[in-house]
């Protein structure tokens, strides 16, 4: 579903050198599967989300989802791709103050030619999934970081991509509240086969992971996860 080989993006400092924000990555993510990119602020993560979203251009490397690249696409190939194969949560979520939680999340929907009408038909599931059916009617600026994050999901996922990228899923969230999005991410790549890539500096995500790296420095290492079960604590072990 998603190969991403040898990837590489350099920005320049501001006293002029060169910062390796993403520095030789290779991974893969299949079908149905979660993944995870665990590491600190500032190691890569975001960078790397952005090239595979064709929203950044790396200086090397290729990114193939569904067999087809996606580096050097047009804008309007970008766009295109974001539309109608890719689901993406960044950090930021944008949403119209003026509208309520289910008008923005279906505004891509709606781009795509779906009626205003289908399309709140649609994502009234997913609302409902992720805890925000009593929300729907409330406007987003009246909403919290929380619930905003949850809508920018729900959004996400309305045109039932084949891919989702996360940036910091749990990121406004409690601990509980954290969890249940976690738990959903997982039953929905299983259940629409849908392939996701998420960025996190939350251990608990690892553990709802079918595979986890660290990503430091712009490198990518596979780690080995200890759960404790009843505390919810995940420890890290590079090899």
């Known amino acids: 579903m998603l190969e991403v080989h040898n990837l590489v993006k350099h920005y320049a400092s501001p006293g002029g050198e060169s910062v390796q924000a993403?520095?030789?990555?290779?991974?893969?993510?299949?079908p149905g599967e979660l993944v995870a990119l665990y590491g600190p602020s500032g190691s890569g993560k975001t960078t790397l989300l952005k090239i595979v979203a064709a929203v950044l251009e790396p200086d090397r490397g290729e990114v193939l989802v569904n067999g087809r690249s996606v580096t050097g696409l047009s804008d309007r190939e970008a766009?295109?791709?974001?539309?109608?194969?890719l689901g993406l949560v960044l950090q930021t979520s944008h949403m119209i103050a003026g509208l309520t939680a289910i008008?923005?999340?279906?505004?891509?929907?709606?781009?795509?030619?779906?009626?205003?009408?289908?399309?709140?038909?649609q994502l009234t599931p997913l609302l409902e999934r992720l805890g925000l059916d009593g929300r729907a009617e409330h406007r987003a600026n009246d909403l919290s970081m929380g619930e905003r994050q949850r809508l920018a999901l729900a959004k996400s996922l309305s045109n039932d991509p084949s891919l989702l990228l996360a940036d910091e899923p749990t990121g406004n969230l409690d601990t509980a509240r954290g969890r249940d999005v976690l738990a959903f991410l997982r039953e929905y790549s299983r259940e629409h086969r849908t392939a996701i890539l998420i960025a996190?500096?939350?251990?608990?995500?690892?553990?709802y992971a079918d595979h986890a790296h660290t990503l430091r420095d712009g490198r990518l290492t596979e780690f080995c996860a200890e759960v404790d079960a009843q505390l919810g604590e995940v420890t890290v072990h590079q090899p």
């Not at 766009?79 to 194969?85: H, Q, V, W």
């Not at 008008?103 to 038909?121: F, M, P, T, W, Y």
């Not at 996190?200 to 553990?207: E, G, L, M, R």
């Open 22 to 30: 993403v520095d030789g990555v290779s991974l893969t993510v299949r």
């Open 103 to 121: 008008e923005n999340a279906s505004l891509k929907l709606i781009a795509s030619g779906v009626s205003r009408r289908d399309a709140e038909r």
């Open 200 to 207: 996190t500096h939350d251990p608990q995500a690892v553990s």
């Open 79 to 85: 766009t295109a791709y974001r539309l109608a194969d």
